[in-house]
């Protein structure tokens, strides 16, 4: 592919929409951060007279990832077996509406219920869009298309976090409370199922060009609606019933997002037992586990510093709320060069005939680093925004950077045949961190009264990555590499 000629591409194509469905797809369910901390400010709705009322935003931040995280490995599943193309329509298309019926809900009951049903669907996406890239990219520049579509994940955020935060004051000082923390949620429908559009006309089942495999299956969209609705629905109930359960026998919330994830261990042990032959080779690959560990870390952070770091910073530096949005925007800005920096810097490594693994391993240390730097100033008493949004940034570059190396390095350890199974078992694994990190932070702030405890946390657990990284082999077997076409072997 040295001799490939300049100009767009399809797999161009293929990054750019992929970056648009994960922009309105993050938007949509970041959404929840900016709303959550105004409804908590102003004591709205749902939160008002509520006690601990951050460890309870942290359990609806928990359990729209409980949901998310429950249909990983069933819809890398349905992909295999539906067509990946067919998985990431239906699943940006289910985002818009969930998002659209999740501003008429009135209770937190049906709030939670709706937060959840939307991650039952967006859990579609991850699975079945890195797949795609994978067979429409060349493999030189892998890293990169990971890397540019994942982008859409910082975009999203920071979206979400300044026009939630911008729209639901603006529409404060038009409508009641109660009303005008809706309005992000309808606001944004409209653009989430144009996208879900454009990827059904743009998005071939099997591109021409393959570099490679990818399963060409005839689409049956009403079949895989079916499909994925039965999953989704019995996750609700169990999700729900579990949530419902233990408010009425009066358990902790952070004892609530623990139960959670011990369904998701539980649905692993199942889909093992249930669907061996589907998932056992996925399951049993140590360097596959290595990377799944270190994906827990990864989401753990997002999400922490995703869903906390407006409150942290508003809490710590003593400012106005949209002040705070501002600065943690340099976190989540962040991913716009370190989403594609991480990808670029690990092709440049294989291009040289190096692993992809002191990649990971360099910008995992650097994410750690300015973690517990961060942690000291807040022990120092630092109160700067200033101060506090260069050091996110740096964390963030790290962070976001770990990503595409992640996903690169799935796809070339995992058999062609089951990489949307190896991709919904890295993130149902990973989302164990999305689940408890929102919810684990929310109740160590409402017991110590403080922020430095999440953040001294958030920081072991990528220490625990690093060491599993170090048990990573630099390189797949040769017979554990996916199988592809001369295309793919050819630079």
Aim: charged share 10%.
């Amino acid at each position: 592919m040295g001799n490939e000629k300049r100009g767009w591409k399809y797999y161009h194509t293929v990054w750019l929409l992929f970056f648009l469905a994960w922009t309105v797809s993050y938007t949509d369910r970041a959404l929840l951060t900016p709303v959550v901390a105004w409804m908590i400010a102003n004591k709205v709705s749902f939160f008002d007279n509520v006690t601990n009322a951050y460890t309870l935003g942290g359990l609806i931040g928990g359990l729209f990832f409980a949901g998310y995280m429950l249909v990983q490995l069933p819809a890398g599943i349905l992909g295999d077996k539906h067509g990946n193309k067919v998985m990431v329509v239906i699943c940006i298309a289910w985002a818009g509406l969930a998002t659209l019926v999740t501003g008429f809900a009135g209770s937190l009951l049906t709030f939670v219920a709706l937060r959840v049903f939307t991650g039952l669907g967006e859990g579609a996406l991850y699975s079945n869009d890195r797949p795609i890239i994978a067979a429409a990219t060349p493999p030189q520049k892998i890293g990169r298309g990971m890397g540019i579509a994942i982008t859409g994940v910082s975009v999203g955020t920071a979206i979400s976090l300044f026009t939630g935060a911008a729209t639901v004051e603006w529409a404060a000082k038009i409508w009641e409370n109660d009303i005008a923390w809706r309005v992000p949620f309808f606001i944004w429908v409209a653009p989430t199922l144009l996208i879900a559009i454009l990827l059904y006309v743009f998005i071939k089942d099997s591109p021409s060009i393959k570099y490679a495999e990818i399963l060409e299956i005839k689409p049956n969209y009403p079949k895989a609606v079916i499909d994925l609705t039965r999953y989704a629905s019995v996750f609700l109930i169990i999700v729900m019933v579990i949530y419902y359960l233990s408010m009425s026998m009066g358990l902790s919330n952070l004892s609530i997002a623990v139960l959670e994830t011990g369904v998701a261990v539980v649905l692993i042990a199942f889909m093992f037992f249930r669907q061996g032959d589907k998932v056992k080779e996925i399951m049993i690959n140590k360097n596959l586990w290595c990377l799944n560990i270190t994906g827990i870390a990864i989401l753990w952070s997002m999400w922490f510093y995703g869903f906390w770091s407006p409150s942290l910073i508003k809490e710590v530096a003593h400012t106005s709320f949209m002040v705070s949005i501002l600065t943690a925007l340099f976190n989540a800005g962040a991913g716009l060069i370190g989403y594609p920096l991480g990808g670029w810097v690990s092709d440049i490594a294989v291009s040289k005939g190096w692993s992809r693994k002191p990649v990971l391993f360099g910008f995992t240390a650097l994410h750690a680093i300015t973690v517990f730097v961060f942690w000291g100033y807040l022990v120092g008493g630092g109160k700067s925004p200033f101060i506090m949004g260069p050091l996110l940034f740096m964390s963030g570059l790290g962070l976001f950077g770990m990503q595409p190396i992640c996903h690169a390095m799935v796809s070339e350890y995992a058999p062609a045949n089951k990489r949307s199974t190896a991709f919904g078992a890295w993130n149902l694994i990973g989302e164990i961190g999305a689940v408890l990190s929102p919810v684990v932070a929310g109740a160590l702030r409402d017991k110590y009264g403080g922020w430095t405890q999440p953040v001294l946390l958030d920081g072991i657990v990528v220490i625990i990555a690093l060491l599993a990284l170090l048990m990573l082999k630099k390189k797949p077997d040769k017979n554990s590499i996916s199988k592809t076409n001369p295309a793919f072997m050819t630079d």
